[in-house]
């Protein structure tokens, strides 16, 4: 333990002699480490906040989006296509359907008394029998105030009302979104999201005129199954409904829409966002690569610089695996140093969209650094530094006492 101990001294003095060259040779570690972190911190937190909207829907709902199941994940992100009028209507023709909510969102600027800030707006259709359905099967519930029941009254969630401008946000009062005036009638309790607490919610048809878009059309439409009802038998007979109105509509064979279950788009939303980690890592790990050759290049100069003070440690009685254990902790100590800084600042960047995220809530990426993450930066750093010194160690360990010191006489 005590030549363990020593051999880290001796490694860590080097390191200090050479600080310029070791600070620039750990940068390649450090850019690569920060790109891993900031990149999976980013994806992980994407799928946490997928996965909250996935547990909301529940398991008695189901989820209408036009465009194929490759676009799913763009269109519940980011909006695009619509689904029209015929197409919601199609839907409640269908077998097993109890009711269906269209639901549609986008980001405006609101005012509060004398403040201006950007928002995330819903519009939800029919608008009573939307609010009927969330607080009895996704526990919608009312932290103050009253359910809205005219098209000019509103819904706020609990971090609009209370920190998204400087003064909080009371039931009654007025709020006013693009010229228009609004009632906020009722603030929510958290929906356990920030995305959802973020949100103010209305009439469809007040959302259409503040947005333009078309009347009748919905991001995306939720379907309430009958009681008794089985999920897949549902989807069967939505696709079937769905599938001659689209074709008929569009005038091709091809029907643009994918209805899912909330174990589907799960399934979905994991695989797409696996395979985005893995190009993740991969382009990062470049930068590893790179930051490995500079501490290969970096120790193969070392060891020419301390030949001398390698042959006098040998001729007083030092083994090969003590000249090549010091070498290795050396290189090992560059790669952690490295690691460490590319988790400062990969934890940096998390929180500074995490940041950016509370005060532009439409804005819907948070990031999630968990402890595997801070491991496995750590090790994988260390073992990078231990695989890009072992050739220069080896060198320095086979290098014989008399040779050693004759290069320097």
């Not at 029941?149 to 979104?177: P, V």
């Not at 070498?327 to 690691?339: K, Y």
């Amino acid at each position: 333990m005590e030549q363990i101990e020593e051999y880290f001294k001796i490694a860590l003095r080097n390191i200090k002699t050479r600080r310029l060259r070791s600070l620039l040779t750990v940068l390649g570690i450090v850019i690569g480490v920060f790109l891993i972190i900031s990149l999976l911190s980013l994806s992980e937190g994407l799928k946490t906040t997928i996965n909250e909207q996935l547990q909301a829907m529940g398991g008695e709902m189901i989820m209408v989006m036009p465009g194929g199941e490759g676009d799913i994940l763009t269109s519940f992100m980011f909006g695009g296509a619509k689904l029209e009028r015929q197409d919601i209507e199609a839907i409640e023709k269908a077998k097993g359907v109890d009711k269906v909510l269209g639901y549609s969102y986008t980001g405006t600027v609101a005012r509060y008394r004398d403040e201006a800030k950007q928002i995330p707006i819903a519009g939800l259709d029919p608008w009573k029998e939307s609010l009927d359905v969330l607080s009895i099967f996704q526990g919608w519930s009312l932290a103050e105030g009253r359910w809205p029941s005219k098209g000019n009254e509103i819904l706020i969630g609990q971090y609009t009302a209370n920190e998204t401008f400087s003064k909080k946000i009371r039931y009654g009062s007025e709020m006013t979104i693009k010229g228009k005036k609004f009632e906020v009638t009722g603030i929510l309790n958290s929906l356990g999201s920030q995305q959802d607490d973020s949100m103010v919610y209305m009439d469809m048809e007040a959302y259409h005129d503040l947005t333009g878009e078309k009347p009748g059309t919905a991001a995306y439409a939720m379907v309430k199954l009958e009681e008794g009802a089985n999920e897949n038998d549902v989807k069967e007979e939505i696709e079937a409904s769905l599938e001659e109105t689209r074709k008929r509509r569009a005038g091709t064979d091809v029907a643009d829409f994918s209805v899912i279950t909330s174990e589907k788009m799960g399934e979905i939303a994991n695989n797409i966002l696996g395979i985005i980690q893995i190009v993740m890592i991969g382009f990062a790990s470049i930068a590893i690569l790179v930051g490995g050759i500079g501490i290969t290049n970096s120790m193969f100069t070392s060891v020419r610089e301390r030949t001398r003070e390698i042959g006098i440690m040998k001729a007083v009685g030092a083994k090969n695996s003590a000249i090549l254990a010091i070498f290795l902790i050396e290189a090992g100590i560059l790669g952690i140093f490295g690691g460490v800084g590319g988790l400062l600042l990969g934890s940096i960047l998390a929180k500074i969209v995490d940041y950016y995220g509370q005060i532009n809530p439409t804005f819907y990426f948070t990031t999630t650094i968990s402890p595997w993450m801070i491991v496995f930066a750590v090790f994988f750093s260390f073992s990078v530094g231990c695989l890009a010194g072992f050739l220069p160690a080896r060198r320095a360990a086979k290098l014989k006492p008399v040779e050693a010191l004759r290069t320097y006489e």
